[in-house]
């Protein structure tokens, strides 16, 4: 029998970074987190500052992302982090109701966010959700950033510039492209529109280059702007 023949296949460890002001909140994390086989926390920073050199020591695969800290904000490091080739997923951590900037956060290149009141085994689901480069957005909030992105100063603004950037891609990445902003699968995106799996997957690549674009999240959030005014 071939050496390793029988052997179950070990599971992929997540390696999280913590980034939380607050040391009671990065300790509880990192317990809960202790208890899943498949994420290790590589380390911790109180303050965005601290991410990039953290980043390069530790090479996590996702940074789980605090908003207000006192030094450097978790908006400004993600949009620091995110500008980088072969960047971390960024999963921002926060309390919606009262911060402002999480749409910026998205806007920035995180993988979405959740509130800081999100049962433990919902925020391991998600972590694995974004670490596998998939968008997470909770379902409490989902509504209220919709109300944001298609409302409000600038949303004028905002329609038109989504509007020109979604002319520069073909008829069939537009489609794909509205159907991500509908928050469906790839696999789902492939039954709609009777295509490979492949070919969404190379359309959705495609998409995130010619846009200048880091996720798919981003690519939704681009859709709502641009029917702001339908």
Excluded at 163 to 190: F, K
Aim: glycine residues 8%; aromatic residues 2%; hydrophobic residues 45%.
């Amino acid at each position: 029998m071939p050496q390793g023949a029988g052997e179950k296949e070990q599971p992929r460890v997540i390696r999280v970074l913590l980034v939380d002001d607050d040391a009671i909140v990065r300790a509880g994390l990192r317990m809960m987190l202790g208890g899943a086989p498949d994420i290790q926390v590589v380390a911790e920073a109180a303050d965005g500052a601290q991410v990039p050199a953290l980043v390069a020591a530790h090479r996590p695969d996702l940074v789980l992302m605090d908003i207000r800290m006192p030094g450097v904000d978790g908006l400004t490091a993600t949009e620091t982090l995110r500008s980088r080739p072969e960047a971390p997923e960024v999963l921002v951590l926060t309390t919606f109701h009262t911060d402002a900037h999480v749409l910026g956060a998205l806007r920035a290149g995180a993988a979405g966010f959740l509130l800081k009141d999100t049962p433990p085994q919902d925020i391991v689901t998600a972590i694995r959700t974004a670490a596998a480069g998939d968008p997470v957005l909770s379902p409490a909030v989902t509504r209220r950033l919709i109300e944001q992105v298609t409302g409000g100063s600038g949303h004028d603004a905002r329609k038109a510039d989504a509007r020109a950037r979604l002319a520069l891609l073909g008829e069939r990445e537009r489609e794909v492209a509205l159907a991500v902003g509908r928050g469906r699968s790839n696999a789902e995106i492939a039954r709609e529109l009777h295509l490979a799996l492949p070919t969404v997957k190379a359309h959705v690549s495609r998409i995130l280059t010619r846009l200048d674009l880091n996720n798919r999240v981003q690519i939704a959030l681009l859709t709502y702007d641009a029917k702001t005014a339908e």
